[in-house]
Nanobody, 127 residues
Framework: QVQLVESGGGLVQAGGSLRLSCAASGRTSDKYDMGWFRQAPAKEREFVASINWNGRSTSFLNSVKDRFTISRDNAKNTVHLQMNSLKAEDTAVYYC????????????????????WGQGTQVTVSS
């Protein structure tokens, strides 16, 4: 079993930045994809970004790919989401996720590719 704990959410003005972090425990995640999803009020959960096991492949939601970056530290079992130039429409609960298929070449973009999920951290962008 894998436990995921997100941190770094909060309230920020439009145009500002936040850095989300996710720490995994219970099993090393260095062989598996890690990703971020978000869910805004009254909307379905959507993919935001992902990174494959060795960091050589990343995927992004089109609306964030020029503003967000994703990175991982396998020695620390952590994944980070750097969010710059935040917009009001980025407001959502952000969830960290870890996959269970090892050694993927391409970072996946679907929720079904991830097995373990965190509890989420709120990001609120004021306009």
């Amino acid at each position: 079993q894998v436990q995921l704990v997100e941190s770094g959410g909060g309230l920020v003005q439009a145009g500002g930045s936040l850095r989300l972090s996710c720490a995994a425990s219970g099993r090393t995640s260095d062989k598996y994809d890690m990703g971020w999803f978000r869910q805004a009020p009254a909307k379905e959960r959507e993919f935001v970004a992902s990174i494959n096991w060795n960091g050589r492949s990343t995927s992004f939601l089109n609306s964030v790919k020029d503003r967000f970056t994703i990175s991982r530290d396998n020695a620390k079992n952590t994944v980070h989401l750097q969010m710059n130039s935040l917009k009001a429409e980025d407001t959502a609960v952000y969830y960290c996720a870890v996959g269970d298929v090892p050694w993927r070449v391409a970072a996946p973009t679907t929720a079904t590719s991830f097995k373990y999920w965190g509890q989420g951290t709120q990001v609120t962008v004021s306009s």
